[in-house]
């Protein structure tokens, strides 16, 4: 059974459209990247898709069961868990608290997150909002996990973060990835994209313009769709 399954999806901010014809499918276990230059529809294909904005058009399935009627937060209780562009924590709470709240049954607990992240174990009692911004990506990640998502879907999660915590960051989902969780991310360092990623999908002004694996992903490509 495919895990997620796009076909032909279209949306809008009212009446300006931004996605003409989005198509993606992943397999459980995959790790898929979506990718393409500024502003052409990576963060709406996700909003889209977790149903935080309505589409007009199109077909969206996770494990066989349609989307479309459901709101975020069955979305997100059918096991899809986004981390969103922009680290989402409770400033006020801890990073315990933090990771507590987000919680549903499963294979995922404080001292596995500790592993995961040495960082937010040595700073369970500190709160959110002192953390440093990597250290927030980091607690926002492992909130998405702590509710034993199917699919993880990372938006920038290495955006505006020091050297040291990307490469911190990038581990964390080399090792997710290991585990069999399936991903579907966004990010803009190319390199490390490439070498998790086992399929590539490039969207440009709304619509797939090319789908293949990372090892294809050539220069020419990359000049055509992805270079400033
Ligand atoms: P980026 O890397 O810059 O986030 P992206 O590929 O994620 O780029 P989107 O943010 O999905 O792109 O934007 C797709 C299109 O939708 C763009 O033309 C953008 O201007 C438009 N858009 C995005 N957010 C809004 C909004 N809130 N209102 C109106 N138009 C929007």
């Avoid at 895990?3 to 931004?18: D, N, T």
């Avoid at 069955?74 to 986004?82: E, F, K, N, P, S």
């Avoid at 562009?85 to 933090?98: A, D, I, K, T």
């Avoid at 290495?158 to 990010?187: M, N």
Wanted: a positive charge; proline letters at 4%.
């Amino acid at each position: 059974m495919m895990l997620l399954q796009i076909e032909g999806l279209q949306s809008f901010y009212g009446r300006s459209q931004a996605l003409f014809n989005v198509n993606l499918s992943m397999e459980e276990g995959q790790v898929v990247a979506l990718m393409g230059r500024n502003g052409m529809g990576k963060t709406t294909t996700i909003r889209s898709l977790c149903r935080i904005m309505p589409y007009r058009h199109g077909n969206v399935r996770f494990l066989d069961r349609d989307l479309a009627a459901m709101r975020p937060h069955r979305v997100a209780r059918l096991g899809i868990g986004l981390v969103p562009e922009g680290r989402r924590c409770f400033p006020n709470l801890s990073v315990h608290e933090n990771l507590v709240v987000a919680a549903r049954p499963g294979a995922w607990s404080l001292e596995r997150v500790g592993l995961l992240f040495p960082r937010l174990r040595e700073r369970q009692n500190q709160m959110a909002r002192t953390l440093s911004g990597g250290e927030q990506q980091m607690l926002a990640i492992g909130r998405a996990l702590m509710t034993n998502p199917k699919l993880l879907i990372l938006d920038e999660a290495t955006e505006g973060l020091a050297p040291v915590i990307r490469q911190e960051i990038w581990a964390a989902v080399r090792e997710l990835k290991g585990e069999g969780q399936s991903i579907l991310i966004v990010d803009k360092t190319l390199k490390e994209l490439m070498r998790v990623a086992d399929r590539c999908t490039i969207l440009e002004r709304g619509a797939n313009v090319w789908d293949g694996a990372p090892a294809d992903l050539d220069g020419d490509i990359q000049d055509r769709f992805l270079g400033v």
